[in-house]
């Protein structure tokens, strides 16, 4: 017996589904892939998703397909907190492309010149740190292209749908803040389904020129320790379980902006850790990174890299108010973090035993 979530769902609140309903919940359980498992099922609680929340991740409210129950639950959790694109009081970020591959190809923007300026691609996006060694995706005139970004920058940024709105215009007209001549967070939007990770961000140094298949964020009015903590979050182990629920080979901009994000609280430790911690695993020894040199610096040794990227998964499976029970779910696998520790760096935040 193969029982999945294809039967009709119960929708319930604490009133009814008529306009009196607040706060409509989605009831849903499973899948069951067995009748013993149906079976444990039926007789545990189901999970309750807030309708409005998961309108939030999917205009179509579709509930992805997990493993289990206790996955569900996991999935339930992570959307309560807001989603990168919403209206938030912490950030206001907006991805934006570069070069186009195939556009500014057919234009003949491309020397192919290897003496010339590297572009790169979605391969140089590495975990936190961006890798110019594994090669570039072709070369441009340096001047030539940032006179072009420059030009389009300016006549796009007074646009409703232009990533530079709300940019002060003396801003824009100044070139050095070009976005390809200042340090920046880069996505990934190319991720090949055999890929161990599905949301992959990094910090460029500053001169740096992408195509459309490496995003950029462009931020307004957010302090730079709130860029580096939406950086960690999003090389959170945490947060790339949720990315194997929505990504298949894309992360467009769509899923990008759906992904759910704990809000940044100046007051709490443990986002200022994990911004730090971030910005030193995002900073390497050659390139300029500008004023995120000032977050401390860069973790280089191996050794100390996989412990701090296991601090940060622990206290970003906190901020998303993970229980310890489901983090044998998250950190499932080789490439992530083991269980042990980051249950041990758990331990000494709520213990209040940190650094």
Known sequence: MDLH???PWLASCTDDLSGRCRDPLLRVA???RDQRSFGRGRAGAPTDIPIARLAEVDPLMCVPVVDSDEALGIFAQLITHPPIGAARPDFDVRPATELHATNDGKKR???NRASDWPVYNHLNVGHFVFEPGVGAFNHVDWASATAELQRRR???FTRN??????IPRDVVADASTLPARNPRILIRDVVHSSNPRKVWAALAPAD???TNKAPYLVFLNTPLIVQAYLLGVLGSATCDWFGHLRINLNLNFFIFNTIPIPLFDARDD???RLATLAGRLALMSEGDYGEWVALGRPIEDPGERAESIAELDAIASLLYGLYDAQLELVFDRPTRSSVADVRRYREKWLAGDVV
């Open 30 to 32: 499973g899948p069951y």
């Open 109 to 111: 923007f491309f020397t």
């Open 161 to 166: 749908d232009s990533p530079m709105r709300g």
């Open 154 to 156: 300016l006549n796009t």
């Open 208 to 210: 740096v020129i992408v």
């Open 270 to 272: 443990r986002a200022a």
């Open 5 to 7: 979530r294809r039967q």
